[in-house]
């Protein structure tokens, strides 16, 4: 099940840069964010009038916390890897950018939320981060002097947001239902989206069938499918497994975006994607072998100090 889950969550999320690729080509970034949202919203509340058993219990604490994990983790996210793409940076590139995010999670995991990662894990990072740049470099390359070199920074900022928001999420002591927190951020993404292209004057859909085409892409893929597996599996594996399959997501989308719209993919975009995938190998058995060790340390201690509580028990 693990593996099922990872593999769509890889396809769905990768998506989205594909779809961001095809509404830039006929809307303004605020005009296609906008009427991504502002419908799919509608119909959750709908849904979530429809099933108000699932909203008992939330309280003003836990709204407020997931209208700020909506804002960081989808419009400060999308904003930026949409604006990104719509200054000519390729879809590939940006999702390439957006692969350092596991290396910063990884590294502040311990700190924040006490989920210490393996030398093993460790190692898988740093290989993952190699294959990135390894990539990065080439398409940055191809690209040559057509792209502004500031708007290499914009995803970086959409990779902050993301960050953020997972802390924010995984310090929560009381989850909120996959559903109910769909619902606040989408609805959250509305409302900001919405402002921000009213503001800049850009609200008017085009007329072109291609933007609808893009919209209904965007709703179905990457919001349901992307969005939704992210907190299912970092519920299910922890943060350092859901942000290692990351690195996927870059020769994922550079070789979906070279099949797609003849983006460059050379002989270091494979190797990239070789040394991807070997990351998430490594990483993945560095975990694996982190948790036989702590399932062991428990078994080995004395049947007193078992009965008592520990720190690990009320996680």
Known sequence: MNALLSAAFVLCWSSGFIGAKLGAESAATPTLLMWRFLPLA???????????????????????RQIAVGALSQSGYLLSVY?????????????????????VAGALAGPLLRQYVS????LGLWLGLSGVATVTVADAAAAGAEVAWWAYLVPFLGMLSLVAATFLEGRSRAPVAPRVSLTIHCVTSAVLFSALALGTGTAAPPADSSFWVATAWLVVLPTFGGYGLYWLILRRSGITEVNTLMFLMAPVTAVWGALMFGEPFGVQTALGLAVGLAAVVVVRRGSGASRTRTVRTRADRPAVESSGSSPAGGR
């Open 42 to 64: 509608v119909v959750l509340i709908a849904a979530a009038a429809a099933s108000r058993a699932q909203w008992r219990g939330l309280t003003l604490l836990d709204t407020g």
């Open 83 to 103: 604006y990104a793409i719509e200054l000519g940076v390729s879809s590939g590139t940006t999702a390439l950018i957006d692969g350092v995010q596991p290396l």
């Open 119 to 122: 030398r093993g894990q460790w």
